[in-house]
């Protein structure tokens, strides 16, 4: 049975909405916060649009005055330029993701305002920040050498290439396995699925190379990389290759290895190597490549009896080939947007 929301108080109705939206925003599905409330599961959609500036409006009906709020417009906007961009430990707290408790003690700090954690809830949905899941970026990033490649190293090459009648491409390697259960399934809560899988385990290695231009090289290979087995993917690269070729890629030891200089100095200028900076995968659009390939490919349909992942794999990469308006849709990605030889 559901309950009438006509028949609670004004203070209890609004408590509730502001644990529902707090709820929603830590991630709680909102049909699920509106059945834990015993509402329809409209419910807490309309909520969570009212909470963000666009919930339903009948005309000639006002809004209710409602308490004051404790902050004013200024220190909102505030709240919002710590929050944005920014994590704790610029401000002295020695946590690196943000949390209500710890908007909350800041704002007691640099304001003298307590707060509630379901006032503050409240306010960051006001201003647009939602909880969400932190890409991950590996601490030894350099943020001054990824805005110097992308502002001054990248544009240089490519004036080189353009120069040299050259063609650029970003080059990059990932693994399969046909037992990884990439993605989620639907189950009885408390039940975790069961997902069939082959028993017997497929491990199969793949290098790619896109271009801007819509331009697709792979293979695939058994077993790890080294300079020498990154020697022999090079030379199948540039079989038939009429044109000097700028390959950029990462800075794998294979990749700097001394048998990998070795054939690039024996080419004479058909091949040169540029090695993106430390830690900044989001720079290569090879990388979404294998995005898509592993979003697509065994993940979305698990391998079928006597069916070898090789095949499959061998047969995803030669379908991307085939598209070369999806090679340079990788190159749209706001990550990449540097890359200006469209």
Do not use: C
């Not at 408590?15 to 529902?20: G, S």
């Not at 949390?99 to 954690?117: M, N």
């Not at 290759?241 to 990462?250: A, F, G, T, Y």
């Amino acid at each position: 049975m559901k309950r009438d929301g006509r028949k609670i108080s004004r203070k209890a109705l609004e408590e509730m909405r502001l644990m529902a939206y707090e709820r929603m925003a830590e991630g709680e599905h909102p049909a699920d916060v509106s059945a834990s409330f015993g509402f329809h599961r409209s419910w807490a959609y309309k909520v969570r649009a009212k909470a963000r500036g666009r919930g339903p409006r009948r005309p000639g009906m006002r809004s209710g005055a409602g308490r004051p709020r404790k902050l004013t417009a200024a220190q909102e906007r505030q709240v919002f330029r710590w929050v944005n961009g920014h994590n704790p430990r610029q401000y002295g707290f020695d946590f690196g993701l943000w949390t209500r408790q710890i908007v909350r003690e800041l704002v007691a700090d640099k304001f003298d305002v307590a707060l509630s954690l379901a006032s503050i809830g409240a306010l960051l949905a006001r201003l647009g920040l939602t909880a969400q899941k932190p890409l991950q970026w590996a601490y030894q990033r350099d943020p001054e050498a990824i805005a110097r490649w992308q502002r001054e190293t990248y544009p240089a090459i490519g004036r080189q290439a353009k120069h040299e009648k050259a063609e650029i491409y970003f080059w990059d390697e990932s693994g399969f396995r046909a037992d990884a259960v990439q993605g989620r399934t639907w189950g009885v809560k408390g039940q975790t699925p069961v997902v069939q899988v082959p028993g017997q385990r497929q491990g199969i290695s793949a290098a790619s190379a896109v271009n801007s231009k819509g331009g697709f090289w792979f293979a695939t290979h058994s077993g790890g990389l080294t300079g020498e087995r990154f020697v022999e993917l090079l030379r199948e690269m540039m079989k038939d290759r009429d044109r000097p070729l700028h390959l950029v890629l990462n800075g794998l030891p294979a990749h700097k290895s001394r048998v990998v200089r070795r054939y690039v100095e024996a080419l004479k200028g058909q091949l040169t190597l540029h090695f993106l900076p430390g830690y900044a995968p989001d720079s290569n659009p090879d990388e979404l490549v294998w995005s898509y390939t592993k979003r697509t490919g065994v993940a979305r349909s698990p391998l079928r009896q006597g069916e070898k992942l090789a095949d499959r794999v061998q047969a995803q990469l030669a379908d991307i080939a085939a598209r070369p308006d999806l090679v340079r849709s990788f190159f749209k990605h706001p990550s990449v947007a540097y890359i200006s030889d469209l």
